[in-house]
């Protein structure tokens, strides 16, 4: 970082950080017109006199992008409005052939929103949405890498009419460390409702981050500066950094914070100034009269609800719950939809589901990690995951053998039953060898054997595990527990 601001003047300052974040919706066609959204095709293939913008050429709204916003929106626990206004926003750009974008302004699908992120201590902070709005996505020009860039720019309209939803924030988080999360979340929750895959080198999220300062306890915000097109969330966070850095001293050196448009560049860690608010967009938004009021009644409204899959939170504390297993554990188990979804599979087949979150956790993902491999591609099903944690459970097979079995899996890339078949240890069903174990564990263990005999029958499973541990595993698990309580209770 170029500035330097001294601790003691830092802590003397608060920033301030609202985020606007474009999402691009996964509907097969685009937001007004029959072309594919798919993004990858050739340039300018995609398209058609209304997303080129040639006159007379009238859109036709797709009810799946007003679907997926709307379900967006309810992920994020916003108010529906019933009817909402499509409106032109006006200006000039090379990949912009209509000269508007077709947008919502003052009456948007939406409005206030919110997502809960940790904040210090375990606390969490509720950070307002504001709005969140339909629109479309505008062409894609190419200033590099093509036989001509010297001399060109070039316009791909692929994306021209793809649909967008915008969710602008409150200015209500206070760290580069809270935008991060709150994008975080917010990317989360877009992906378990399926609506954008939330790719950024694709550009099908895109954040745009406000940020000013003010001396803490000032009820006034300062002046904003936008920081545009950053694209990870870590560059957010750096740009963020360095932006109220680059304020404080502006203010501390007595100057006056200018409200503009900055870049980031993030092989120095520095935002430059883009264009002041005098150099500003008059978008001249006026109602799009080719569009008729979008009305979102109660009962589409409750079907988009009932399709609603349960979101990142929720799952995380009914994990808990159900399984029994940690809110560390709900964490990782959590981190995509699939990931959840395969180990509740698992977990709901399996004797002790805390054990199926460990083996996941410990042997799985990290065999799938070193073979850069995802959760759906792994040999071993989750049915071969509940099957295994059932015989350590029961203790037919321990934990090495186990990790052995699962080794072999993945070499062979065969799934556990398969693998346990061939590499069964042998059992031991001879019962004069498991007596003679079994006496050996009760002599050996006289104050359990005394706690037994008292009434505490839990006692048995420490017996059980002493007895496999033992015969490596080997003991036929109903003939020590029938020779143990035959023994026990005698
Ligand atoms: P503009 O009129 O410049 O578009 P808006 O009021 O629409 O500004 O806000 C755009 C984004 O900037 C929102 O996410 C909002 O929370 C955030 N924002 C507004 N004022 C400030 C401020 N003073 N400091 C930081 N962020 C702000
Ligand atoms: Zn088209
Ligand atoms: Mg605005």
Same mark, same amino acid.
């Given at each position: 970082?170029?500035?330097?601001?001294?601790?003691?003047? $830092?802590?003397?300052?608060?920033?301030?950080?609202?985020?606007?974040?474009?999402?691009?919706?996964?509907?097969?066609?685009?937001?007004?017109?029959?072309?594919?959204?798919?993004?990858g095709a050739p340039p300018n293939t995609n398209v058609c006199p209304v997303c080129l913008g040639l006159p007379g050429a009238l859109p036709v709204l797709n009810r799946k992008a007003v679907e997926y916003a709307v379900r967006a929106a309810m992920a994020l626990n916003c108010t529906m409005r019933e009817t909402s206004i499509f409106a032109r926003k006006n200006y000039f750009y090379p990949d912009l052939p209509k000269g508007y974008q077709i947008s919502q302004y003052d009456r948007p699908v939406a409005e206030h929103g919110y997502i809960d992120v940790a904040g210090v201590n375990g606390a969490t902070r509720r950070i307002g949405?504001? $709005?969140?709005?339909?629109?479309?996505?505008a062409g894609k020009s190419m200033h590099d890498g093509l036989p001509d860039s010297a001399h060109y720019t070039y316009v791909d309209l692929n994306r021209s009419g793809v649909p967008l939803v915008e969710i602008v924030s409150e200015p209500d988080m206070r760290s580069p460390d809270e935008a991060y999360e709150y994008?975080?979340?917010?990317?989360?929750?877009?992906?378990?409702?399926?609506v954008s895959d939330c790719n950024m080198e694709e550009g099908s999220l895109r954040c745009d981050a406000n940020v000013s300062v003010r001396p803490r306890g000032e009820q006034k915000f300062g002046t904003k500066a936008e920081v545009k097109n950053v694209n990870s969330f870590r560059f957010i966070r750096e740009a963020l950094e360095y932006e109220i850095e680059r304020q404080i001293e502006t203010v501390e050196s007595g100057e006056k914070v200018i409200q503009e448009t900055r870049l980031y560049n993030p092989s120095e860690g520095k935002t430059y100034s883009m264009r002041s608010k005098e150099e500003a967009h008059d978008y001249r938004y006026f109602p799009e009269p080719d569009l008729m009021p979008l009305v979102v009644d109660a009962k589409w409204q409750a079907q988009i609800r009932s399709r609603l899959a349960e979101l990142p939170e929720a799952r995380r504390q009914r994990m808990i719950t159900e399984y029994g297993i940690t809110a560390y554990d709900a964490g990782v188990l959590t981190a995509t939809r699939s990931l959840a979804d395969q180990f509740e599979e698992a977990a709901r087949s399996a004797k002790n589901p805390k054990r199926v979150a460990n083996l996941l956790q410990s042997e799985i993902m990290g065999r799938l990690k070193m073979r850069g491999l995802a959760i759906e591609q792994s040999p071993i099903s989750m049915k071969g995951i509940a099957m295994?944690?059932? !015989?350590?459970?029961?203790?037919?097979?321990?934990?090495?053998? !186990? @990790?052995?079995?699962?080794?072999?899996?993945?070499?062979?890339?065969?799934?556990?039953?398969?693998?346990?078949?061939? @590499?069964?240890?042998?059992?031991?069903?001879?019962?004069t060898t498991i007596e003679k174990m079994i006496d050996e564990v009760i002599a050996a263990?006289?104050?359990?054997?005394?706690?037994?005999?008292?009434? @505490? @029958?839990?006692?048995?499973?420490?017996?059980?595990g002493q007895v496999m541990k033992a015969s490596k595993g080997q003991a036929n698990p109903a003939l020590v527990n029938e020779i143990l309580s035959r023994k026990l209770d005698a």
């Amino acid at each position: 970082m170029a500035t330097a601001v001294s601790p003691d003047v $830092r802590t003397k300052y608060e920033a301030v950080i609202g985020l606007e974040v474009h999402v691009q919706l996964l509907t097969v066609t685009k937001a007004f017109c029959g072309c594919s959204a798919k993004f990858g095709a050739p340039p300018n293939t995609n398209v058609c006199p209304v997303c080129l913008g040639l006159p007379g050429a009238l859109p036709v709204l797709n009810r799946k992008a007003v679907e997926y916003a709307v379900r967006a929106a309810m992920a994020l626990n916003c108010t529906m409005r019933e009817t909402s206004i499509f409106a032109r926003k006006n200006y000039f750009y090379p990949d912009l052939p209509k000269g508007y974008q077709i947008s919502q302004y003052d009456r948007p699908v939406a409005e206030h929103g919110y997502i809960d992120v940790a904040g210090v201590n375990g606390a969490t902070r509720r950070i307002g949405i504001t $709005r969140l709005h339909l629109e479309e996505d505008a062409g894609k020009s190419m200033h590099d890498g093509l036989p001509d860039s010297a001399h060109y720019t070039y316009v791909d309209l692929n994306r021209s009419g793809v649909p967008l939803v915008e969710i602008v924030s409150e200015p209500d988080m206070r760290s580069p460390d809270e935008a991060y999360e709150y994008l975080t979340r917010l990317k989360e929750i877009i992906l378990y409702t399926g609506v954008s895959d939330c790719n950024m080198e694709e550009g099908s999220l895109r954040c745009d981050a406000n940020v000013s300062v003010r001396p803490r306890g000032e009820q006034k915000f300062g002046t904003k500066a936008e920081v545009k097109n950053v694209n990870s969330f870590r560059f957010i966070r750096e740009a963020l950094e360095y932006e109220i850095e680059r304020q404080i001293e502006t203010v501390e050196s007595g100057e006056k914070v200018i409200q503009e448009t900055r870049l980031y560049n993030p092989s120095e860690g520095k935002t430059y100034s883009m264009r002041s608010k005098e150099e500003a967009h008059d978008y001249r938004y006026f109602p799009e009269p080719d569009l008729m009021p979008l009305v979102v009644d109660a009962k589409w409204q409750a079907q988009i609800r009932s399709r609603l899959a349960e979101l990142p939170e929720a799952r995380r504390q009914r994990m808990i719950t159900e399984y029994g297993i940690t809110a560390y554990d709900a964490g990782v188990l959590t981190a995509t939809r699939s990931l959840a979804d395969q180990f509740e599979e698992a977990a709901r087949s399996a004797k002790n589901p805390k054990r199926v979150a460990n083996l996941l956790q410990s042997e799985i993902m990290g065999r799938l990690k070193m073979r850069g491999l995802a959760i759906e591609q792994s040999p071993i099903s989750m049915k071969g995951i509940a099957m295994s944690a059932d !015989l350590v459970e029961s203790g037919a097979i321990s934990g090495k053998m !186990l @990790k052995d079995l699962y080794d072999f899996a993945f070499e062979r890339n065969q799934d556990f039953p398969a693998v346990y078949e061939q @590499k069964k240890p042998q059992q031991i069903t001879d019962t004069t060898t498991i007596e003679k174990m079994i006496d050996e564990v009760i002599a050996a263990s006289p104050k359990q054997v005394e706690q037994y005999r008292a009434g @505490k @029958k839990t006692v048995a499973g420490f017996f059980v595990g002493q007895v496999m541990k033992a015969s490596k595993g080997q003991a036929n698990p109903a003939l020590v527990n029938e020779i143990l309580s035959r023994k026990l209770d005698a």
